[in-house]
């Protein structure tokens, strides 16, 4: 997470002194105002680019735009299940859950009730946004995962005084 909240962009800056484009992967993550502007504009927006590149522009002409975004945050669960939950020995799914229901929460933000309710605009979309962010992040970060990375690298770089 500090490299996600911090190092990037500081790495960002220095290639921009330097004359070099390279605009931060993260966009000001909390004042998105809906789930799509959020993964679409504002949260690692580098991985956003190389699959609205090659998975949803390309399936969207096959498959339209609310079944290409299901595949992008189907195949971005399988991504985060084989880099969080394999290395934890546990909790497989679970990523893919998690991005299963932000594609869920699009198309709904997105559909003619969605719109009349305000989910994708104003303080009632940030509440939606950070609702459908922040309930089921346990399956994003599992306990295996807590318990098998997160809690060992922590240890290993001193941050838990406990062993």
């Known amino acids: 997470m500090v490299l996600h909240f911090g190092l990037f962009h500081l790495l960002s800056c220095f290639w921009r002194a330097l004359g070099v484009q390279a605009p931060p992967l993260m966009n000001w993550p909390l004042a998105a105002v809906s789930v799509s502007d959020f993964w679409g504009r504002r949260w690692t927006t580098a991985f956003r680019d190389l ?19 299901l595949a992008g945050f189907t195949f971005s669960g399988l991504v985060h299940d084989m880099v969080i939950s394999v290395p934890a020995q546990g909790g497989y799914g679970g990523p893919s859950l998690f991005f299963l229901l932000q594609a869920v929460a699009i198309l709904v933000e997105r559909s003619r009730v969605g719109r009349w309710l305000g989910l994708g605009a104003g303080w009632r979309g940030w509440l939606f946004t950070m609702g459908v962010l922040l309930a089921p992040l346990t399956f994003l970060f599992h306990r295996p995962f807590v318990t098998e990375i997160i809690v060992p690298f922590m240890r290993a770089v001193g941050a838990l005084a406990c062993q």
């Open 51 to 69: 699959t609205h590149r090659f998975l949803f522009r390309p399936l969207t002409a096959v498959l339209g735009p609310g079944r290409a975004v």
